[in-house]
Structure formats: C-alpha cells, structure tokens
C-alpha cells in the first residue's frame, strides 16, 4: 500500500455516505449483515461491509413522505444541517434496499413485510432511473426513520484519495422481510455473529475496513436487537490516520 507519510495539504473531499448495520437476533446475541464487495470495486473492492454508499443529490427530497425524528434531530445526532441530515436518512433506506433487500418504509404505523412486489422499482434505484422519494410516492409509502438509530460517524483517512463521512445507523430486520445478496456490488453476503466475523478476519478468510472492525466489536456485547437499538450513543466524527509501518501501514484513532 503507497501511501504519502503525511495528509497532502489539500485532502480530497469526503462525500457523504450513508452505512446501515442491520441486526436480527441470534440466541444469545445478535447477527449482523455483511457484504464481500467485489475486487473491481473502485472503493474498498474485496472487502467485507455493510450496506451502505454515497448519498444521492435526490435523497434530499423533502417531498418524501417521513415517519419517525425529523431531519432536525438527525442533524442533532450527527452534527450537519437539516438538509444533509434528511438525505443521510433517506440514503440509507435506499440503499439498504438496494444492496439487500430490505426496505425500512410502509406506513406510520406499519413496516412492508413483503417487498416482493417492488423487485422492478429495486432495479430502477439501483441503475438511478427512480428517485427514492418517487419510489415512495408511486407505491403510496411512508419511510420510517424511527426504525433508525443513530450509530457513528467515521471519515476516511486524509491521505486516501477516495474519501466518505459515512454515517452509520443501526436498523432491526423488519419483521417479515429476508435480507439477499441480489446485488452486483458484492460477490457474497450473508448473516454473522460479530465475532465470528473478526475471527474471519483475523484468520485471513476477510479482510474488514477499520470502521467495520471496529463497530462489529461494539456489537459483541449486545445480549439481543433490542438492547443495541435502546443504547444510548453519543456520535463523534472519527477520521483515523494511515501511517507507514515498514512495508505495512498502521492505523492510528484520534
């Protein structure tokens, strides 16, 4: 990995990203859902992720019908305006559904349990033809923001060249739904123990981000879904620092 030993003086901008940790309950614990991002991948190819990607201009809509903290408390949560806040949230319900299948929308006082029905609307937001609020208004749904919990916000490193503020958020399976792998953006996916996928990683099956590493070690301790979603979280934007090591590069945390 080439990498200059110190921040160029003007680091690239880092776009917003929307990231989606999506956890049913496993026992005595929780699984979570998780990516192998194809190698062709301009960013982090090959590696194992959650859900998640960068925000559209249109996830801004402020026509989407909307359930659950407004924009202004997500903007509380994650320390940006009301306008990024809004297309923070409606990121990560669309690409949720996207890269998985799930979609956290219905009514405001109901979840989808079959999303079936919108196979061809997934394939329009994907290839970008269909607007996440135009998806919304056609089928008559409400996105449900309260199915959200604010969960962490990492920037990545200044020395790289592509960079994200992604915004994590943790999100319950809805009831009903199944989580897939129907996306061209990941060669495999599928359910994990937490610490079944460090160990993964550890044992050089996988190779996780920091970011990824570090959120799924904060799930191990998580007894179900139901205590990760009543956590209380206070979220800091953390941008780690790459710094050369040999022929290695050690990761260093503000």
Same mark, same amino acid.
């Given at each position: 990995?080439?990498?200059? &030993?110190? #921040?160029?003086?003007? *680091?690239?901008?880092?776009?917003?990203?929307?990231?989606?940790?999506?956890?049913?309950?496993?026992?005595?614990? @929780?699984?979570?859902?998780?990516?192998?991002?194809?190698?062709?991948?301009?960013?982090?190819?090959?590696?194992?992720?959650?859900?998640?990607?960068?925000?559209?201009?249109?996830?801004?809509?402020?026509?989407?019908?909307?359930?659950?903290?407004? *924009? &202004?408390?997500?903007?509380?949560?994650?320390?940006?305006?009301?306008?990024?806040?809004?297309?923070?949230?409606?990121? +990560?319900?669309?690409?949720?559904?996207?890269?998985?299948? @799930? %979609?956290?929308?219905?009514? /405001?006082?109901?979840?989808?349990?079959?999303?079936? =029905?919108?196979?061809?609307?997934?394939?329009?937001?994907?290839?970008?033809?269909?607007?996440?609020?135009?998806? %919304?208004?056609?089928?008559? %749904?409400?996105?449900?923001?309260?199915?959200?919990?604010? !969960?962490?916000?990492?920037?990545? *490193?200044? =020395?790289? #060249?592509?960079?994200?503020?992604?915004?994590?958020?943790?999100?319950?399976?809805?009831?009903?739904?199944?989580?897939?792998?129907?996306?061209?953006?990941?060669?495999?996916?599928?359910?994990?123990?937490? +610490?079944?996928?460090?160990?993964?990683?550890?044992?050089?099956?996988?190779? %996780?981000? *920091? #970011?990824? !590493?570090?959120?799924?070690?904060?799930?191990?301790?998580? +007894?179900?879904?139901? /205590?990760?979603?009543?956590?209380?979280?206070?979220?800091?934007?953390?941008? #780690?620092?790459?710094?050369?090591?040999?022929?290695?590069?050690?990761?260093?945390?503000?």
């Amino acid at each position: 990995m080439s990498l200059p &030993a110190e #921040p160029p003086e003007r *680091p690239a901008a880092a776009k917003d990203a929307a990231t989606v940790l999506l956890l049913r309950d496993a026992g005595d614990g @929780v699984e979570v859902f998780l990516q192998r991002r194809v190698t062709a991948m301009a960013f982090a190819g090959g590696m194992t992720v959650f859900p998640g990607g960068g925000v559209d201009q249109r996830d801004a809509d402020a026509s989407v019908s909307w359930a659950g903290p407004p *924009p &202004a408390r997500w903007a509380e949560w994650f320390g940006c305006s009301e306008s990024v806040a809004r297309a923070l949230v409606c990121a +990560a319900v669309r690409e949720t559904f996207e890269e998985s299948g @799930v %979609l956290l929308a219905g009514s /405001e006082s109901s979840t989808v349990t079959d999303t079936s =029905q919108y196979a061809a609307a997934r394939e329009q937001l994907v290839s970008r033809e269909l607007s996440l609020a135009g998806f %919304l208004a056609g089928e008559g %749904l409400t996105l449900r923001a309260d199915l959200l919990r604010p !969960w962490a916000n990492w920037v990545t *490193p200044e =020395q790289e #060249p592509r960079r994200y503020d992604a915004r994590f958020f943790l999100a319950a399976l809805p009831e009903g739904q199944h989580a897939d792998g129907r996306t061209t953006e990941a060669e495999s996916s599928g359910w994990s123990r937490p +610490a079944d996928a460090i160990a993964d990683a550890k044992a050089g099956r996988s190779t %996780l981000m *920091p #970011p990824t !590493w570090f959120l799924l070690d904060e799930l191990i301790s998580c +007894a179900s879904v139901a /205590e990760a979603l009543a956590q209380e979280r206070s979220v800091r934007k953390i941008t #780690p620092r790459l710094v050369p090591d040999g022929d290695a590069v050690r990761v260093e945390l503000p």
